[in-house]
């Protein structure tokens, strides 16, 4: 079985989750957490870099990484 690489360590996600209440959480949730968090993350990554390719630039900046993601 291979294994599944995630960008987003399990142990961070999971401190997020600790940290936002969460008393125990399990390997699933964490795994669900980390895909809806990918998903949010690549959407506003694209979002920045269509504004900088707009903006005539190559470089993804803090501004449009901020505006992307409101």
């Known amino acids: 079985m291979a294994r ?3 960008t987003i360590p ?3 996600v999971a401190r997020i989750l600790l ?6 959480v399990s ?3 964490v795994d669900a957490f ?6 949010i993350a690549m959407k506003i ?7 900088a390719k707009h903006s005539g630039r190559k470089t993804v ?3 449009d990484v901020k505006l992307a993601a409101k």
Not at 19 to 24: P, V
Not at 45 to 51: L, T, V
Request: glycine share 12%.
């Open 45 to 51: 990554s694209k979002k920045a870099s269509d504004i």
């Open 4 to 6: 599944k690489i995630s």
């Open 19 to 24: 940290k936002a209440g969460a008393k125990r």
């Open 61 to 63: 900046h803090e501004g």
């Open 10 to 12: 399990k142990a961070s």
């Open 34 to 39: 980390t895909d809806v968090l990918i998903d």
């Open 27 to 29: 390997a699933g949730g």
